[in-house]
């Protein structure tokens, strides 16, 4: 496949998933939002959520995976004596524009996962007053029956 090393195949293969997972959490994210009316449900809109900000996450993993992995590559073949000028890469603009994206979309993530959590029912206590018992005779047979 255009005659590309294994790892740049896999960085290709990984980044193409992080694509299309980031683009399903943005659609998953639409369908959970506050404004929306596709789920009724408040504590379901907020777990969507949630597992849209997993998405988010995994999709910004799988996007830093490729590009510390070409990151390495390229530092590690850097001084090779083997290698001639013409073979020798660089760190590029793609690379930050790689490691931007991935640490914005773990963010972005992890906001969503956090801003978002399942509200409990809670139960008010009941607002039940408790008396004290009243005795049978009444406070003046107590007195005097005294021994």
């Known amino acids: 496949m255009l005659a590309l090393s294994q790892d740049l195949q896999a960085a290709r293969a ?19 939002a506050k404004c ?16 849209s900000g997993v998405f988010f996450i995994v ?6 995976i490729p590009v510390c992995w070409s990151a390495n590559t390229i530092i590690r073949d850097f001084y090779n004596p083997l290698l001639t000028d ?13 490691w931007a994206a991935a640490a914005l979309l773990i963010l972005g993530g992890g906001l969503l996962c956090c801003s978002c959590p399942p509200r409990e029912t809670r139960y008010n206590p009941s ?3 408790y008396s004290v018992p009243r005795s049978a005779g009444g406070p003046a047979l107590e007195r005097k029956d005294y021994v």
């Open 14 to 32: 990984l980044t193409v998933i992080s694509i299309l997972l980031a683009i399903l959490a943005v659609l998953v994210a639409i369908a959970g």
């Open 127 to 129: 607002r039940m007053a």
């Open 86 to 98: 013409a073979q020798r890469r660089e760190l590029g603009a793609a690379l930050y524009i790689g």
């Open 59 to 64: 999709s910004g993993v799988m996007q830093l």
């Open 36 to 51: 929306t009316n596709c789920i009724e449900d408040e504590a379901s809109k907020a777990k969507v959520m949630i597992i």
